[in-house]
Every structure is written in C-alpha cells, then in structure tokens.
C-alpha cells in the first residue's frame, strides 16, 4: 500500500497541499514542511508538551497526531498567533516576569495559557499550575511562569 | 524516534474498517485518539504496515442518557467527557476522573473508547469503568454484542475485542440515590501516569458500608475490582477496625508489579494509604 498520502489543510490562515510520507507527524509538518520552526519537537512522546499546536481551535501534542489527521483542517502555530496578536500580552508577561529563559518550552507554554484562559477567565494559581503541568519548563521553576499568566488574567479581566 | 513507514487510511464507514482488518489483521492497527498509540510508534515500540483511522466514522462520539444507562460513545474526546453535564449528572465517578486523565492537550485528542480498548492497567478509564460494571459494545461486520467490564479486560493490555471487531461505545448503568463515590490517585506529576489510584462507589447506610465497589489502577496487570475489600466493607459499620481489615484484605486483591516508582510493597504501602483517605472522602 501507499505509504505517501495527499493532504490539504489551512497552516496559520494559508491553505496548503503537500504530498507527504504517512508517518509524518504534525510538528514535524509544520517545522520541515511549512518551514516554521516555533513549534519545538522535544520527548517525541507527549511528555513534555514543547510541540503544543492548535487544531481547530484546541491545543494538540503535535508528536502524537499525524499531519494526515489534519486534513481539512485549520492548524495554528506559534508563529500564527505572534502575528495575529493574538498573545501579545502574554508574551509581554513572559518577558517582563522572566518567565522565559533558554525558551524552548515558551512557544507550547504560550498556547497552552492561551487555552486556559479562553476557558477561564479567573484561574487560581493552582488552577494555572493544574493547566500547565502538561509542559515541561528546565529553567525557571515554574512560579514567573504562574506569575506571568496570572497577571495577564487580571490585566485581560479589566 | 520517528514511526517506521506505515499506510494510512481514512476509514469512513464501518465496512470499510472491516474490510481492512480482514485483509491486513495483526499488521492494521486502529487508530483512534492516537495519544498512547503515536507514542509506541514514535518509540519503535509497534511498527505495523496500515493504520486504520477511525476518527472520521459518523455517530461514535455522542454522549446521551435515557435515565437508566449513561451511553459514551467510543471517539468521544476526554475533553468532551470532562465537560459533559450528562456524565456530571449520571456517572459522577467518571467526571471526578476525568481532570486526572492526562493533561489538557493530550485529552483534546484521547478518547474514552481508545483508553479503554488500549485495556493499559495504569490508566484511570479501565479501572473506573470496570468499578462502575460498565458494559462495552463490540461491533462486528456482522452485528453487536455486549460485554460487561469484569469479562472485558483480561490482562495485561488484554481484552474480549476480536482482531475484527471494534469497540463503539460504553453503558454505564447511571448512579442510584444515596450512591457516593471517591477517586485519587497519587502520581508524581498531575496527569501523569499514577503510581497507584482507586476509584470507589458505594452507599452508607447510617454508619454502615453497603454496595462497596472498589477499582484500582497501577496495582496489577490489568484493572482491578478489590472483591476481598469490598467484602471486608459490606454490611460493617465505618470504623477503624473495619477499615484495616480492608485494607489488609487488598492483599488477596492486588498484585502490583515493581517500576521505576518502586517495589510492590511500596505501591501495596500506597494502596492502603489510598484506601483509608478514599474511604474517609466517601464518608465525608
């Protein structure tokens, strides 16, 4: 049988055709592929959550869903929502608390408090920490990185 | 690691899945969420020639409730599950679970039906399910059949499913007035993996236990539902004795298997830990 498939998807709002070897998976589409690079490939085993993506609205492991699973579908990365503006305030918080060091869990730590706080509006710290313990940090122990979104909750809140 | 090659297909109707397990058998795998498979491909773990993606089959991912039986079907998200006011209502056990199944990412894809025919003995869905005597639909090309989750799940990784059949929905018989439940777990990160969880249902009437049920994760080969703990619980007023019996009975019950958390009397030593505060919740 075929080992290549045919796939069409929207990547960050551009409709895209490639032909593609079926094992493929989505953050290796989007990095070798789509040439954007944002979205980082980590364990390769969805431990560590650096290859956070967004799939029609929902954050994915991008190393446990093949890009063929994304046919017809719209995929976000981290590139996709910079530009948009989407996270400006949480990468200012990020910044600006220190929450970002060597950066290679920042992109999937950006999406996944992103798809926090569309869901929640006023998450306790515990909350955050609950969220986020999906993505693995080496850097900065965690706490400016529940600072940062913990004040961009408040600030979004008004 | 990248999978080795593998073809894919899109399967969009149920003979169509058939179809390629008749033709392909032990070398097509199903693939549902994806969330525990990817990851054994992506280890080299399982190489096989086709996957089957079930995901884009129509009328397998509806909740629903007639008041007797909770119906969950096979590709509903854990996301879905968690959210569901259904499952809050009729299966409360479930959707006390639900938070301690992975993280947010990985339950935007995984789905109750792929955790429970994945049948892994760490998971929380298999031991929930089987404490709440859920039964499973098995479709064949020829028809359904029903299986009850105390036949279903057979060992490690092991279950009642045929190499041609497909695991489309779950029963779960809903909760009866003054039914309580519990669920814990102790892993070293939230959503992971649990060195050892218990999930239990059961009534007290007055200070007594009656209907005990009483399912581990992590403590043996595959699900497990403590018989000899529940034996010990039922028809015995909730106190301290009462619970050290249980908690000495689980020895009968469980067999965990030493890993890199630590020895088997260390995940017995939790089970009984978990035990004593799972029933404290109970009767709280």
């Known amino acids: 049988m075929d080992q290549n498939v045919d796939i069409t998807m929207k990547v960050n709002g551009q409709q895209v055709s490639r032909r593609i070897p079926a094992r493929t998976n989505l953050v290796d589409f989007v990095r070798y592929d789509m040439e954007l690079t944002g979205s980082h490939v980590g364990c390769e085993h969805g431990v560590c959550g650096a290859c956070t993506i967004r799939v029609n609205g929902d954050i994915v492991r991008g190393c446990l869903m093949l890009a063929a699973q994304a046919e017809g579908a719209e995929v976000e990365t981290i590139e996709g929502l910079s530009d948009a503006g989407e996270i400006a305030d949480l990468q200012k918080a990020f910044h600006e608390r220190n929450a970002v060091q060597c950066g290679f869990c920042t992109p999937g730590m950006l999406l996944t408090a992103q798809e926090l706080l569309t869901k929640n509006a006023s998450p306790s710290r515990e909350e955050i920490r609950e969220f986020i313990s999906g993505n693995y940090c080496r850097c900065t122990g965690y706490q400016a990185i529940v600072d940062a979104i913990e004040w961009v909750a408040e600030e979004r809140r008004g | ?284």
């Open chain 2, 1 to 284: 690691m990248k999978p080795a090659p593998f073809a894919y297909v899109r399967a969009e109707t149920l003979d169509q899945v058939f179809d390629l397990l008749d033709e392909h058998g032990d070398d097509a795998r199903i693939l549902a969420g994806g969330q525990s498979l990817m990851a054994t491909l992506n280890m080299r773990l399982s190489a096989p020639e086709v996957l089957i993606d079930i995901n884009h089959l129509k009328g397998l991912s509806e909740i629903s409730c007639d008041g007797e039986t909770l119906k969950i079907g096979a590709l509903a998200r854990h996301s879905q599950v968690l959210e569901s006011t259904d499952v809050q209502t009729y299966a409360p056990l479930i959707a006390k679970t639900m938070p301690h199944v992975a993280h947010q990412a990985i339950r935007n894809r995984g789905t109750f039906g792929g955790s429970v025919a994945f049948a892994d003995p760490a998971a929380e869905l298999p031991a929930v399910t089987r404490t709440l005597g859920a039964r499973f639909v098995l479709q064949g090309r020829d028809g359904q059949r029903t299986v009850v989750a105390d036949d279903f799940f057979q060992g490690l990784f092991e279950t009642d499913l045929k190499e041609n059949e497909l695991l489309v929905g779950a029963e779960i018989p809903v909760i009866q007035d003054g039914e309580r439940t519990a669920f814990m777990e102790l892993a070293r990160r939230h959503g992971d993996y649990a060195m050892v969880g218990i999930a239990v249902q059961g009534r007290i009437e007055g200070d007594t236990f009656a209907d005990m049920r009483l399912g581990f994760f992590g403590a043996g080969d595959q699900p497990i539902l403590a018989k000899s703990a529940a034996a010990a619980l039922n028809g015995q007023a909730n106190s301290e004795d009462t619970i050290k019996k249980a908690q000495d009975s689980l020895d009968a019950d469980l067999d965990p298997m030493p890993d890199l958390n630590g020895p088997a009397e260390m995940k017995m030593h939790l089970a009984r830990v978990l035990t004593k505060r799972a029933l404290a919740e109970l009767a709280s």
